[in-house]
C-alpha cells in the first residue's frame, strides 16, 4: 500500500468517525448552535464604542440573557439593545470596563441576580474571572483569531459536535477526555449540564422547548442549581460589591449615561434561597436606594408574575417575549421611550 492509499483510507475513516459522531449527538437530542463563547461576546462589544446617547447595553447573567428577547425590543423600540450578559457572572466587570474604557453615554441596562450581583470581587472567584476573561479576550484579540471566529461560524451552524464552551453538556474534547476513566481517578460530582438555550450571532438567548414539554429534562438543570446552592460557599459581599458598582455608576453619570437596574424573576426552590440569603430588604432596597436610578422588580409588578419558569430561573421562549414586552410598557409608562 503506497502513500497516497494510506492517507485516502485515513480520510476516510476520519470521515465516516465524524459523521458517525454526529449522528450519534442528534441522536442523544444535540443540536448545532452557535457557542457563546469570548470570541461571539467580544463582537458585540466592539459594538458599543459606536453606540449613541439613545442606545442600550444590556449586561448581567443568564437571566437578562433569557428573559429579554431582542427581537421584541426592537418591534417596540425600533432597534436592539447590545446584548453583553452572560451566565454565571457578576456585571460588575463589564459595568467596569465600558465605564473606565469606552465613550459610550447612553443607558445601561443592569440585571440584577442578587447571588452574582453581591457574590464577589475578589478576580480568581468565577463570577468575576469568568467576565473579566471575556473583557480581556476583547481589548488582546488579535487580527487571526478573529478571523478564525468567522470562519468557524458555519462550522458551528451545521455540525453539533463543534464546541468549545466548557461545562454545558461536556461535548469539548477536554471534558470528553476527562471523564475517561484511567485507575482511581475522581470525577467532579456535579451533575451533568445540559444546554438549555439556542443562541444566534447577536448572542440573543431562547430557551429551548424542550424545556417546557421534558420534566425530567428540566430536572436536570434544577439539580444543578441544587448543587450549587447545597454547599458552604463564602456568603455575599455586599459592601465591598456595592461600594465598587457605586463607584462606576458615580462615573457613568457624570459622562452623561443612564442605568436601570432590573431584577427578573425566579421561583420555587432558587428563589427560597435567594430570599434566605440576599433578602430584599437588605440587598436590592438598598442598592436601589443608594443608586438613585430607575429600578424594576418583577415582584412590584402583577404582570411581571407568576410567568412559566420551569428550573425556577429563566423564561420560557414565549414568556420571555411577553416579559420583554410588559417591561417596555412599564418603562415607557415611566417616561423613559418617546416613541
Not at 15 to 34: A, C, D, Y
Not at 111 to 127: I, K, M, R
Request: net charge neutral.
Amino acid at each position: 500500500m503506497n502513500l497516497k492509499q494510506s492517507l485516502l483510507i485515513a480520510l476516510f475513516l476520519g470521515v465516516i468517525g465524524l459523521v458517525g459522531w454526529e449522528f450519534f449527538l442528534r441522536s442523544q437530542g444535540f443540536s448545532r448552535s452557535i457557542d457563546d463563547n469570548d470570541a461571539l461576546w467580544a463582537l458585540e462589544r466592539s459594538k458599543v464604542d459606536d453606540l449613541s446617547k439613545e442606545d442600550i447595553v444590556l449586561i448581567g447573567s443568564s437571566r437578562v440573557h433569557f428573559d429579554i428577547q431582542l427581537d421584541e425590543w426592537k418591534k417596540i423600540i425600533g432597534k436592539k439593545p447590545i446584548q453583553l450578559s452572560a451566565g454565571g457572572c457578576s456585571p460588575l466587570p463589564v459595568f467596569h470596563d465600558i465605564v473606565n474604557t469606552s465613550s459610550f453615554n447612553g443607558t445601561i441596562l443592569v440585571g440584577v441576580t442578587p447571588g452574582l450581583f453581591f457574590s464577589t470581587t475578589y478576580p480568581e472567584a468565577p463570577p468575576w474571572a469568568w467576565p473579566q476573561a471575556r473583557i480581556d479576550y476583547f481589548h488582546d484579540r488579535t487580527f487571526a483569531q478573529r478571523i478564525n471566529h468567522k470562519l468557524s461560524i458555519p462550522l458551528q451552524n451545521s455540525l453539533a459536535f463543534i464546541s468549545e464552551v466548557e461545562g454545558v453538556d461536556g461535548l469539548n474534547l477536554k471534558e470528553l477526555l476527562g471523564k475517561v476513566k484511567i485507575g482511581n481517578r475522581v470525577f467532579d460530582p456535579m451533575p451533568p449540564f445540559h444546554s438549555f438555550e439556542t443562541i444566534r450571532l447577536d448572542r440573543n438567548v431562547r430557551m429551548k422547548k424542550r424545556m417546557e414539554t421534558d420534566t425530567a429534562f428540566a430536572n436536570t438543570v434544577k439539580k444543578v442549581w441544587q448543587f450549587f446552592m447545597s454547599g458552604e460557599g463564602p456568603p455575599p459581599d455586599k459592601k465591598a460589591t456595592m461600594a465598587f458598582f457605586l463607584e462606576d455608576l458615580k462615573k457613568f453619570k457624570e459622562k452623561g449615561g443612564n442605568v436601570i437596574l432590573l431584577r427578573c424573576p425566579s421561583t420555587g426552590y432558587l428563589r427560597d434561597f435567594e430570599t434566605k440569603i440576599t433578602p430584599r430588604n437588605e440587598f436590592w432596597d438598598e442598592l436601589v436606594e443608594k443608586a438613585n436610578v430607575r429600578a424594576y422588580h418583577f415582584e412590584d409588578y402583577p404582570q411581571l408574575q407568576n410567568l412559566t419558569l420551569p428550573e425556577w430561573s429563566h423564561l420560557t421562549a414565549d414568556d420571555a417575549d411577553y416579559f420583554t414586552r410588559e417591561f417596555i410598557k412599564i418603562m415607557k409608562t415611566d417616561g423613559m421611550f418617546t416613541n
